[in-house]
């Protein structure tokens, strides 16, 4: 009885999804897997160490204050009103990485929908959206976002906003590109032969044809998003305190930064892994999505 | 038999560069149920375009114009497709008329399965629900000859052959039983023996299912296989329109021998050296057409003063087989002594 039993199809649909060659290419690339490692590590450290470290990142402890790292409970050492430096960063880390991921999702939901509009229907309103999103990547990005800022309440739904209101350029153009030599594919003339819509070529035919890039451009901007919200908060328009950020907690830091140089580094080094993992990652997915190698 | 598709007086030009192109001049026939006629030209006679016509997929004015009338005889009356809005002829493409063409391998979308595919051509003309449009496919992939079509649902257009995907294509362009198949060169891109498949499949199709063909190819290997009728194609007009019998073996215009006589055979090849002939020259420029006739500066049989002058007329040469040239009865005098 254990010969010829064939195996049940969702255990065949399995084996193909992992022996498929992008998760095997993705797999080989060492970087991407330590990048990915080291985000999971981060995320779960941010979503589980508030709770199991001994102190709030709202508890003052002033007779504690600039304690070193590796004092006593105080893992990461405390800031100049004794706050334990491993809570707020956990703290900060949830944040960033929401506003991050956030940003992330509403701009390449933008993007990607610019673009295929402006690819697929090319001639007056391809020019007209196209040239309206070189417009906006003309606007020095910092100062449109500080601008920003400055008018609206900054909250950290108002952040995401505002970074993925300017961070949506870059999916467009690569969508639009994409779009544009797919869509003199001989299997869009087929789907316009059959009868099919403008949406469902747009939506069903040419949009998953583009995932690979999309998703490679979608990491790279998590990156750049944590990266923004760390400035802006850091010029002290973003995130505000007491709500920890990476960036707010690097604007507080500078005036210590003699007497208390970790309570610079430690947000800074956070910052600097979160944002090369996903680097990291953009990259391998980037060579293992070459969608090249795989469309056949 | 009865007519399902008449085509009259189709004009078809292109505006690019302020520069207007006339690539279909006063083309007409008609197709009858369970009939397949053949369109045969070069490259730029304009037979791919009267087919774009025919689905209504020409660029819209002013960068195309079109003229005269493409009627759909349908079961709800004749259907005037040239006046037709694009919603409406959105609903006949893919169900009333299909076409398959040229490239199986690139005509289906590398990211959705086969099964998807039918299902999705299927379900965007009917309103069925997924898993009778599936069966509906199923029933198809076994139609067009692939085997394990319950299997076969779920693999991708990668993991099959150029002739498997091209069964594909027809099993896709059949799903909704359409009056008309336009087949646009469907074989070019395949294998010799794949071809003779594809050919024997699509002639067993039409008779079980009565759709009428419109088959455009420039392989007369292909049109004396499949096809009842032929029209020749120069320029953006017919030439030489008959059974294709006679056409075959009692071709009168020049162009038509021309072309059969650069046909590659078996006997001869090898044999004699340099006895496949060619055409010189190529097909006009469709902004610059010669005077009179726009075979003669190529034409073997070109009279001075005759073929240059004025245009000729199609005439008939006897029996509905219709020539346009002037020196027809010579040529077909010459044959006989």
């Known amino acids: ?296 | 038999m009865s007519r399902v598709l008449s085509v009259e007086n189709l004009g078809i030009g292109f505006r690019s560069e302020g520069q207007d192109f006339t690539v279909v001049r006063d083309v007409s026939f008609s197709l009858e149920a369970g009939e397949t006629l053949a369109l045969v030209g070069e490259s730029g006679s304009g037979k791919s375009v009267t087919s774009l016509g025919v689905m209504g997929l020409l660029p819209p004015p002013p960068q195309s114009r079109t003229t005269g009338r493409i009627v759909l005889h349908s079961g709800d009356g004749d259907i005037e497709l040239l006046d037709l809005p694009e919603s409406r002829m959105r609903r006949l493409r893919g169900d009333r008329i299909a076409m398959i063409f040229q490239e199986p391998l690139t005509s289906l979308n590398p990211v959705h399965t086969i099964g998807d595919q039918i299902v999705e051509a299927i379900r965007s003309h009917r309103r069925v629900s997924r898993a009778k449009a599936r069966a509906r496919a199923v029933e198809l992939l076994e139609q067009v000859g692939i085997p394990d079509p319950q299997d076969r649902l779920g693999t991708y257009p990668h993991e099959l052959s150029g002739g498997m995907r091209q069964r594909i294509m027809i099993a896709i362009a059949l799903a909704l039983e359409p009056d008309i198949l336009i087949a646009d060169e469907p074989t070019t891109a395949l294998d010799v023996t794949v071809q003779a498949q594809i050919l024997d499949l699509l002639r067993r199709l039409q008779k079980d299912t009565g759709m009428a063909m419109l088959f455009i190819t420039h392989d007369f290997g292909v049109v004396a296989d499949i096809a009842d009728r032929t029209i020749v194609m120069y320029a953006g007009q017919t030439v030489e329109e008959g059974r294709t019998g006679t056409v075959l073996s009692d071709p009168l215009m020049p162009y038509t021998i021309g072309l059969m006589n650069a046909v590659p055979r078996l006997e001869t090849a090898g044999l004699k050296r340099g006895d496949l002939k060619t055409i010189e020259g190529f097909v006009p420029d469709p902004a610059a057409l010669p005077q009179g006739c726009s075979f003669h500066p190529r034409c073997a049989f070109m009279q001075e003063g005759l073929c240059d002058t004025s245009p000729p007329s199609i005439e008939d040469a006897g029996g509905g087989h219709m020539v346009r040239c002037k020196r027809w009865r010579q040529i077909g005098e010459g044959r006989e002594t």
């Not at chain 1, 991407?32 to 470290?53: D, E, H, K």
């Not at chain 1, 880390?93 to 610019?114: K, N, P």
């Not at chain 1, 800022?149 to 639009?176: D, G, K």
């Not at chain 1, 990259?283 to 190698?293: K, Y």
């Open chain 1, 1 to 296: 009885m254990l010969t010829n039993t064939s195996p049940p199809a969702i255990a065949e649909k399995d084996r193909r999804w992992i022996t498929s060659r992008p998760v095997r290419r993705f797999v080989r690339h060492r970087l991407a897997i330590t990048g990915l490692v080291m985000i999971s590590l981060i995320a779960l450290l941010c979503v589980v160490g508030p709770w199991v470290l001994p102190h709030g990142m709202l508890d003052i402890h002033i007779r504690d204050r600039f304690s070193p790292p590796g004092t006593e409970t105080y893992l990461l050492g405390t800031d100049e009103m004794g706050r334990d430096l491993a809570a707020r960063l956990f703290m900060a880390g949830r944040v960033s990485l929401m506003v991050g991921i956030a940003a992330m999702v509403l701009s390449t939901f933008l993007g990607a929908v610019i673009g295929l509009v402006a690819g697929y229907f090319g001639k007056v309103i391809g020019t007209v959206l196209m040239r309206f999103t070189d417009a906006v990547l003309c606007f020095p990005q910092i100062f449109l976002l500080l601008v920003l800022a400055a008018f609206l309440e900054p909250n950290a739904l108002m952040i995401t906003i505002i970074i993925a209101l300017t961070s949506w350029m870059e999916i467009a153009r690569i969508v639009s590109a994409e779009i544009r030599s797919l869509r003199e594919r001989d299997f869009i003339t087929a789907a316009r032969i059959s009868g099919a819509s403008h949406t469902w070529i747009m939506f069903r035919e040419l949009l998953p044809n583009t995932i690979g890039p999309i998703i490679v451009a979608a990491t790279l901007t998590v990156a750049r998003a944590i990266l923004i919200e760390a400035y802006v908060s850091f010029l002290g328009y973003g995130i505000q305190p007491p709500l920890p950020s990476w960036g707010n907690m690097l604007n507080n830091a500078q005036q210590f930064l003699d007497t208390a140089p970790w309570l610079a580094i430690v947000p800074g080094v956070a910052i600097t892994l979160a944002v090369t993992s996903f680097n990291f990652i953009g990259d391998g997915l980037r060579d293992a999505l070459d969608a090249r190698s795989d469309l056949q």
